[in-house]
C-alpha cells in the first residue's frame, strides 16, 4: 500500500527542497523536524519583517536561511567576548540545560529559573555580576535581565519569537524560543560555533550532539511550564527595531 501524503508531510517535503543545495550549519532535515522556525499565531511589529510565510493553521514561519546567518553572526559576536563576560539567561523551562550546556562549554556565566532583581544592578547583592554581555532566551519571559542589562549599557542578544518584543535588544535571531527541540539546537549550534570561531575545535570534532542540550522535563513540569506561559502577563511596550 503505498503511504499517504498528509497537509503536513507535503509541507515538509516542499521546505526540505526549498533549502535544498544551502550552506547551513546543520542538515535541512535537523532544522526542521526541531520546529526552529515555527512562530506563534502573533506577531510583533518588529518581528514583521523576519516573517516568512503564515501557514494554513495561522502560525507564522521563519526563514531557516535567515535563522541559519544569525546564529553564525551571534557565535562570531560572542567569541569576542572571555567566556566569564558573558552572561545566558532562561527563566523558561525548555531552556534551563541548553543555557547552562551551552555557558559550561564556552566559560560563561548562566542565570536560570527566577531572574533575581539587582543581579547586574547591585552591587551589594549576593549574586552580583557584571557581564559585559548577555544572551537572553525570551525577551518576555527574561525581561528583568534584559531591563538591568540595558540600565547598565551592556549589549543584549536574543531569540525572539514572532510575538517578542525588540525594544532594547541589540541583536536578535528570529526562531521559535518556546519549543523544547528548537532551545536544544539552537543552543547546540551556539555553543559549537563559538568554540570553532574561537579556534578551540574545529567543526567536525564537536563531540557533543542535540539531545546533548535538550531539557529532560515530566508531565507534571511541563504542564506547569505551559500553565506559566499562559497565565504570564504582558505588557505591550514601545516598539523599537533591533539594530542590527
Given amino acids: 500500500m503505498a503511504e499517504r ?47 516568512f510565510k503564515k501557514r494554513n493553521d495561522g502560525l507564522m514561519v521563519f526563514n531557516i536561511e535567515t535563522i541559519d546567518k544569525r546564529i553564525r553572526l551571534i557565535a562570531k559576536m560572542l567569541a569576542k567576548y572571555n567566556g566569564k563576560d558573558i552572561v545566558i ?6 531552556g534551563h540545560k541548553p543555557a547552562k ?20 544592578t547591585n552591587p551589594q547583592a549576593r549574586i ?18 534584559l531591563k ?5 549599557g551592556v549589549p543584549v542578544i536574543a531569540i525572539a519569537g514572532s510575538d517578542s518584543p525588540l525594544k532594547n535588544v541589540d541583536l536578535a535571531v528570529p526562531a521559535n524560543n518556546k519549543g523544547r527541540k528548537s532551545l536544544a539546537l539552537i543552543y547546540y549550534l551556539l555553543a559549537r560555533e563559538v568554540l570553532v570561531e ?3 575545535i574545529a567543526r567536525e570534532s564537536f563531540a557533543s550532539n542535540v539531545n546533548d542540550f535538550e531539557q529532560e522535563i515530566d508531565e507534571n513540569q511541563e504542564e506547569k511550564a505551559r500553565k506559566t506561559a499562559q497565565n504570564r502577563f504582558r505588557r505591550p511596550a514601545p516598539r523599537r527595531r533591533d539594530r542590527y
Fill in 101 to 120: 550546556k551551552m555557558a559550561g562549554m564556552i566559560g560563561a556565566r548562566e542565570f536560570t529559573g527566577r531572574f533575581i532583581p539587582g543581579t547586574f
Fill in 148 to 152: 538591568e542589562a540595558t540600565e547598565t
Fill in 5 to 51: 501524503v498528509t497537509s503536513s508531510n507535503r509541507q515538509e517535503l516542499d521546505e526540505t527542497e526549498l533549502y535544498k543545495g544551502k550552506d547551513l550549519l546543520i542538515d535541512i532535515e535537523t532544522y526542521l523536524k526541531s520546529g526552529v522556525h515555527i512562530g506563534t499565531k502573533v506577531k510583533t511589529g518588529e518581528m514583521r519583517r523576519y516573517i
Fill in 198 to 200: 574561537r579556534k578551540e
Fill in 128 to 145: 552580583f555580576h557584571e557581564p559585559k554581555i548577555i544572551l537572553v532566551t525570551d525577551p518576555v519571559a527574561d525581561a528583568q535581565a
Fill in 89 to 94: 539567561v532562561a527563566r523558561r523551562l525548555y
